[in-house]
């Protein structure tokens, strides 16, 4: 099943759109991956070339991007997004993505975390969304308004200006994430904090795995502490997810694992212990069923975080 998106290559108004945010971030970008900016929770994002179907999680966030495509694959669902979409990843969940991009049009993109006080805030004013609306999916690409558009690049515009950076970097977020929140995929960040619902229930559950991954998973205590019973907590986390528990404790233990090996702040045995593994055997043969090699094939992957 493909999400699929209007195409908006031959709107003027947006084309515009995505050249002047291109033009905010190239001067910003010094390599490939994942570039921090001075205002925390924003972040760069640059590719120049086409990277294969890889394995990979994001945090919750929303992913814009101004040139260049992607693709993700999360169970049955593949997932488009180009210039002039964004990605709201309301939940840290396990796919695999593809990127589309060259030296001359090189991906290029900002990724904003979802800080969950400010989203708290702004649910309180922003009106609710109809109730027949489509239960909210963890991940879904978005074509990028009008309103949303100006709203990064007013965020850009912030990066280049230490003082304007400093005095109204938050603000910036801020109009974003409310852009966000009144959108199409609003639901979905809407419900993250709305305790009674499943879909918050399995994103509180989502938050304790990522923070105690390395420890021993008890399904029961973890259905116990958002308030479900097992065979309920299992069925909505695997609806949710397209994972059971076990399978994403340990895709996340394997994703943590390869970016250690890969910042070469551990080699194999002790980023197998780190990441919770008793047996190295295990840990390898787990990790070339994931990745498709050997934990020691993996070198420096900084320059492709952003595939």
Request: hydrophobic share 40%.
């Amino acid at each position: 099943m493909s999400d699929a998106l209007p195409d908006i290559s031959h709107d003027p108004a947006s084309n515009a759109l995505q050249q002047r945010m291109c033009d905010l971030i190239t001067p910003l970008i010094d390599r490939d991956g994942y570039i921090p900016t001075d205002l925390e929770g924003v972040r760069l994002m640059a590719l120049h070339g086409s990277h294969p179907r890889t394995p990979l999680v994001y945090e919750p966030g929303l992913i814009i991007i101004a040139q260049g495509e992607k693709s993700g694959y999360l169970g049955e669902r593949t997932i488009h997004y180009g210039a002039g979409h964004y990605l709201v990843q309301a939940m840290p969940v396990p796919f695999e993505c593809e990127t589309r991009a060259t030296p001359q049009a090189p991906l290029l993109g900002v990724f904003i975390s979802i800080d969950m006080i400010m989203l708290g805030e702004l649910i309180q004013v922003v009106p609710t969304a109809a109730t027949n609306v489509a239960p909210p999916e963890p991940m879904s690409a978005v074509t990028l308004t009008s309103s949303m558009g100006h709203g990064v690049v007013h965020l850009l515009e912030c990066l280049h200006d230490e003082i304007m950076c400093r005095a109204l970097g938050r603000q910036r977020i801020r109009e974003v994430l409310f852009e966000a929140l009144r959108g199409p995929q609003g639901e979905s960040l809407r419900q993250l904090l709305q305790q009674q619902t499943q879909y918050g229930r399995i994103g509180r559950a989502l938050e304790t795995l990522h923070r105690d991954y390395a420890h021993p998973l008890s399904v029961e205590t973890l259905a116990d502490k958002v308030n479900m019973s097992p065979s309920a907590f299992h069925h909505h986390f695997k609806r949710f997810t397209r994972l059971s528990p076990l399978q994403y404790q340990k895709r996340i233990r394997l994703l943590k694992a390869r970016a250690m090996i890969a910042a070469r702040t551990h080699n194999v045995s002790s980023a197998a212990i780190a990441v919770g593994y008793q047996s190295a055997s295990q840990f390898s043969r787990e990790y070339k069923r994931y990745f498709g090699h050997q934990p020691a094939g993996d070198q420096r992957l900084e320059s492709r975080q952003a595939g």
